[in-house]
């Protein structure tokens, strides 16, 4: 061969390396929706989704490589059905995997498959009908070891294994993950993604922020432990049928448990042991939705690359809980823990998570279901997007003000005068003992969100959860613009519906979820018009949420608008 022949393919070949190909095993309610929007985000039409008809169907690593070698554009590859071992050829493989609590993950199918999918307000039957009707089924599928079946069925075929041996299984499972340059745990997602995108800039040789922190086709309420999930489980399911539930995920259990150590060893913990985060969208500066939290995170990185950190602590409190993380209640009390049980244990069922210095929590009593662990979340976001400091020392109405929670947080943190209403007597009683217990300066009020007025007395109304329960959601903003002083601050948090095709159009609830006291979601833009109309300025949205439980096209939203100084009610 000529010498420049020679020269001419030596340069071809150190131009063409082998093709990086990103595998994306999309184990069913594993946030692989999280991670397959990041892919299509980074390589658009070089993504290749990779199904057989069949919604059973099983794909073996021998087929994917067929697909890369017949597609010279391919980059990465997403499939729920595709099992491992790695696929081989004149190629580079970058596995992405993620594994998550199996007992969470059945009830996630739960609600995907009963609510989600079919597009259905409530689900089609209750949880506890989902897993028998399941574990009726010879091959029941996604509620029984499904992740230890799915990532070694393939392996243990070509060993000429039985692939429902699950004790085999698991230990090819285990050395599959442990074959990896990285994988994800759903429970700690935002930590998972940094580990992936240092991984991944390692296989491509060049930094890289492929995987974002996002929350897709989310189907659960993030912010409860494991522990208290597990609680509200059994007690949808009943004893006998949890235990059949746990026992038929014995190996997923073991491999989850497997898997949180090994990234711990490998990978360390969260920077952070407090309660997940928020989660839903935030209105940035940049006029874009960004991420402000998810189900499995402990610090939030956004679509628009940007950290936010937690909020700087003034003093930590004397257990240790630092109440400027947690989203819950925490009351610093020189009231016995004794003394201070017996007075909790008068109003039991508790159903709120709420915390005291003495080391007291309304979680060791009778729980109502569910048990909200993250009371204060709503204010948490108003406290972050908007500087509540010139409001220290001054008064705040907190309507529907339920347990107290946030006027009482706002009484001892911001030292404002709170005055608290509802048309709950027993939510009167409750706020008032804590109040008490608290030193908080707050008094609560059996009203009404619509009549309740003293005229520029407030200078922060808070409308957490209410506007949507009045059958007169204009003259109940009305009344709010009344309550507060020239230049104070309204923060409201609401559900909208937002049609399609009409931003008029609205949605009357009544009934909703079977809730009687439900009236109207309001729209985006019927919300936003209403407020202007009786006289606010600055509104603007911070918040934005779409929990599976809600119907097609509604949301939770958290927003603000404030009264002008010296404004005057438009006649």
């Known amino acids: 061969m000529d010498p420049v022949e020679v020269r001419r393919v030596r340069e071809e070949i150190t131009l063409s390396p082998p093709r990086k190909i990103v595998v994306h095993y999309h184990i069913f309610k594993n946030a692989g929706t999280s991670i397959e929007r990041s892919l299509e985000a980074h390589f658009g039409n070089s993504l290749f989704r990779f199904e057989t008809e069949r919604p059973d169907g099983h794909l073996r690593p021998d087929d994917a490589g067929r697909l890369i070698e017949a597609n010279p554009a391919l980059r990465a590859i997403s499939s729920h059905q595709l099992h491992p071992p790695i696929p081989e050829g004149p190629f580079e493989i970058f596995p992405l995997v993620a594994i998550r609590e199996p007992i969470r993950r059945v009830r996630s199918a739960y609600l995907f498959e009963w609510q989600k999918q079919p597009g259905l307000v409530t689900p089609k039957g209750s949880f506890r009908d989902y897993v028998e009707w399941r574990l009726a089924n010879p091959r029941p599928g996604v509620v029984a070891d499904f992740q230890v079946t799915h990532l070694s069925r393939c392996v243990l075929e070509d060993r000429d294994h039985d692939w429902t041996d699950l004790e085999a299984g698991f230990e090819v499972a285990v050395e599959f993950l442990s074959s990896l340059p990285g994988f994800g745990l759903v429970e700690r997602f935002e930590q998972s993604v940094q580990v992936l995108n240092r991984e991944l800039s390692a296989f491509y040789g060049h930094p890289i922020e492929m995987l974002q922190f996002r929350r897709d086709n989310v189907t659960q309420d993030p912010a409860i432990s494991l522990d208290d999930s597990h609680e509200l489980i059994r007690g949808e399911l009943g004893d006998e049928l949890f235990d059949e539930l746990l026992e038929r995920n014995r190996f997923d259990r073991r491999l989850y448990e497997w898997a949180v150590e090994a990234f711990e060893r490998r990978w360390g913990r969260p920077a952070s042991s407090i309660e997940p985060p928020i989660a839903g969208t ?88 569910p048990f909200n662990q993250t009371s204060i979340q709503k204010l948490r976001v108003v406290e972050r997007e908007v500087d509540l400091e010139p409001y220290r020392g001054g008064r705040v109405l907190d309507i529907g003000s339920n347990s107290g929670h946030n006027s009482i947080r706002l009484a001892t943190t911001l030292d404002m005068r709170a005055t608290g209403v509802d048309v709950t007597e027993r939510h009167i009683e409750v706020a008032s003992m804590l109040a008490k217990i608290s030193g908080a300066e707050a008094r609560f009020l059996l009203a009404d969100a619509e009549t309740y007025c003293e005229p520029d007395s407030f200078d922060i109304v808070l409308h957490f959860g209410t506007l949507y329960h009045l059958p007169n959601p204009l003259q109940a903003l009305a009344t709010s613009f009344a309550n507060l002083r020239p230049g104070g601050l309204l923060a409201l948090e609401t559900q909208l519906y937002d049609h399609p095709d009409d931003e008029n159009l609205c949605y009357f609830m009544n009934m909703h979820n079977n809730d009687a006291s439900n009236f109207w979601a309001l729209s985006t833009s019927v919300v936003s018009r209403c407020l202007t109309m009786v006289g606010f300025v600055d509104v603007a949205e911070h918040f934005r949420v779409q929990p599976a439980s809600l119907a097609p096209g509604m949301s939770r939203v958290i927003m603000t608008a404030r009264k002008q100084p010296e404004a005057r009610r438009p006649a």
């Open 282 to 369: 935030r209105t940035g500066g940049n006029g874009r939705a960004e991420l402000v939290g998810a189900s499995v995170a402990v610090g939030v990185t956004n679509p628009a690359h940007e950290t936010v950190q937690p909020r700087r602590t003034r003093q930590p409190m004397a257990n240790t809980v630092d109440i400027e993380d947690a989203l819950w209640l925490h009351i610093d009390t020189d009231l016995p823990a004794d003394r201070l049980r017996a007075e909790l244990a008068r109003f039991e069922p508790w159903g709120h998570k709420i915390t005291f210095s003495s080391g007291v929590s309304t979680a060791e009593f009778e729980r109502r279901i």
